[in-house]
């Protein structure tokens, strides 16, 4: 009469017992779990298996009626998050094992972010609304925007999708002919997970009326100027556009 094992526990790498979902551990990290199972006489089989694919684990460990048998999982992906790994034990091939299982959950970096306007030029003194969106992150990222020269950070209303793992902020941005040519930087870092954030950068062109202003010839001093004495003046034109008739 065969004995069958008793229902085997699942254990972290400091020896706690999980529950049916671990986690969130960081991505990039490596994860112990310790699969353990008590018997009376005929020591039974353990395996870890993830779905229908048997894993590659430590060997099994038999001390005082009970066995163990590590899975270590090094340098956690994206692949790893939610997938649930099983341990199975079996007295032999004829008996149906008995299994334990654990779901992994995983905080991600974001794998993208994208700055979309409905416009390709921008007029001084309209308003107009940026969009960023980032996705990938969990949980998901925090979103900044960045103008190039004045580093100056600019406050946008923000939005979180956590079912999607996605991110939305949509910039309220009036239009100033001293933005033409500014990189405006969107950024997405998880706020969890720190490290260098990833972006995506827009190049503003911003159209405006001439600007005009007029000064005295660069050779002429104002001081020495005399009656009688030619002078002249230059105009000078700011606009975007470039100014075509003066």
Known sequence: FTVPPGKPVIMDGFGHRVKTVVGPHDEGNDVLFSCTVTYEKEPPTMSWWTGTQILKSGAELHMDGVLRRDLLIRNLTRLHHDMTYTCNVANNNFTQPISTSVKLTLNLQPIYVNISSAFKSFTSGQKYEIYCKSGGSIPPATLSWWLETRKQYIQAWKDNDV??????SIL???????????????????????????QNTLKLLVTYRPVIRISLGDRLNIRNIKERDDIFFECHIDSNPEAKEI
Do not use: F, K, W
């Not at 941005?173 to 990833?198: F, K, S, W």
């Open 163 to 168: 079912r999607q793992n996605t991110s939305v």
């Open 172 to 198: 309220h941005y009036t239009a100033d002919r001293m933005d033409n040519g500014e990189l405006l930087h969107c950024q997405a870092i998880n706020p969890l997970l720190g490290g260098e954030p990833i």
